[in-house]
């Protein structure tokens, strides 16, 4: 069955540290879907990034920079030189082509950067 | 913004009582998710419509139904409510299933 495990439930740093976060994912299907979105305080879920399977490729843009390992398994999110507006709580997902892109989420990570 | 707006932003209703979650896709996207967001159970997806079709059904329990209608808006009607069913419930569109999914500001919904 697939799963998505973020290991980390809280991360607590202070402003200006590099931070990574944890996706490890469970999965049968050879074509699939991973993501992450971030849960600002306010509420909302705000799209970040989408990797296909078949793209092992690191992305960086800005401040965040992927990492997606295929050999075990995990999709990381790393955030460099951390500001307080990047705290929130971040989740990780999976779709897979047989379930039509409906979304697993992991418990997802409570970020707090401090001043 | 995201472009996908949901109605309303609160609802609080007693049990047993019956309420509509309405939720309008970004323009030109086709696919339409419901997810409840809870303490307990984390995000969890319940449904997916495709230009009206349902698509696939999730951990959605038979008290709950939701259609998608020609203008491409949807509805998730949740019945008989049970305290339990107390969260955040988010709408999402996508413009094809293998493509990212974009969030509304959700409806949080009471029972008291």
């Known amino acids: 069955a697939q799963k998505v495990t973020q290991a980390q439930t809280e991360i607590s740093v202070v402003e200006k540290e590099d931070v990574t976060l944890d996706c490890v994912y469970e999965?049968?299907?050879?074509?699939?879907?991973l993501f992450w979105y971030k849960q600002p305080p306010s509420g909302e879920l705000v799209f970040l990034i989408r990797?296909?399977?078949?793209?092992?490729q690191n992305e960086i843009s800005g401040r965040y920079s992927w990492n997606f390992q295929k050999s075990t398994s995990s999709f990381n999110f790393t955030i460099t030189a951390s500001q307080v507006v990047d705290s929130a709580v971040y989740f990780c997902?999976?779709?897979?082509?047989?379930?039509?892109?409906?979304?697993?989420f992991g418990k997802g990570t409570k970020l707090s950067v401090k001043p | 913004d995201s472009g996908v707006t949901q109605t309303p932003k609160h609802l609080i209703t007693a049990t047993g009582q019956r309420v509509t979650l309405r939720c309008s896709p970004r323009?030109?996207?086709?696919?339409v998710y419901w997810y409840q967001q809870s303490l307990d159970q984390g995000l969890q997806f319940l449904i997916h419509?495709?230009?009206?079709?349902?698509?696939a059904k999730g951990n959605i329990l038979e008290r709950f139904s939701a259609q998608q209608f020609p203008d491409l808006h949807s509805e998730l009607n949740l019945s008989s409510l049970e305290l339990g069913d107390s969260a955040l419930y988010f709408c999402?569109?996508?413009?094809?299933?293998?493509?990212?999914?974009?969030f509304g500001p959700g409806t949080r919904l009471t029972v008291t």
């Open positions: 990797r296909n399977s078949f793209d092992e």
């Open positions: 999402a569109s996508s413009s094809s299933w293998d493509r990212e999914q974009y």
């Open positions: 419509y495709y230009n009206g079709e349902e698509r």
């Open positions: 999965t049968r299907d050879t074509t699939y879907y």
């Open positions: 323009s030109g996207d086709l696919s």
């Open positions: 997902a999976l779709s897979e082509a047989r379930s039509q892109g409906n979304l697993i």
